[in-house]
């Protein structure tokens, strides 16, 4: 009697209930990655946590180039044209960071490319979100209309919220009454 033929091995086992994202996009990000000359992903992931987060908002890895019959990798950077020269003086410094991501000397050569702030659809470089403005405290005349004007909701949550849009209306409408500053 011939013995039943085993069913093929998935590539990775299935967890039952919930599984965590990175699990599933594990072998995706890696793949990709090594199409671009990173061998170890968290390079890529973990930017800021490898460089520090001043450095990762000025710059992030493009690839890993490898030259032929040369020793070391060489990592390539993307940033802006006004941070280039003060991260051309951290270069040492960035390649002994990566490399203690890598866990031994795979980078011998940091190079910038830089780009406009806008970028061209490659290679944007916008690195982070501007800062939000911080915006002034409402007058307290303002604040105490507000008050009045959703105390007779009972829902503490939704007389909150009728609160702070009451806020905004009478600041908006106080802007308009104020007369264009001459300056």
Not at 95 to 123: H, M, W
Request: proline share 10%; charged share 25%; aromatic share 4%.
């Amino acid at each position: 009697m011939a013995a039943k033929p085993t069913p093929p091995k998935t590539p990775f086992r299935r967890m039952r209930g919930f599984e965590p994202a990175a699990g599933l996009m594990r072998e995706r990000i890696r793949t990709a990655g090594e199409a671009r000359g990173f061998a170890v992903a968290r390079l890529l992931t973990h930017w800021a946590e490898v460089v520090g987060e001043e450095i990762a908002a000025r710059a992030r890895p493009v690839k890993v180039g490898y030259g032929k019959g040369a020793m070391g990798a060489t990592l390539t950077l993307l940033t802006t044209g006004a941070a280039a020269p003060m991260l051309q003086m951290q270069l040492p410094a960035i390649r002994d960071k990566v490399n203690a991501c890598y866990g031994y000397n795979a980078i011998s050569k940091v190079i910038l490319t830089q780009t406009a702030p806008t970028g061209f659809a490659e290679g944007q470089a916008q690195f982070a979100p501007a800062p939000k403005a911080v915006k002034p405290p409402p007058d307290p005349e303002i604040c105490r209309e507000a008050q009045a004007t959703a105390a007779p909701v009972g829902d503490s949550d939704l007389r909150a919220a009728l609160e702070l849009l009451a806020q905004n209306v009478l600041t908006k409408e106080a802007r308009r009454r104020l007369p264009p500053k001459k300056g």
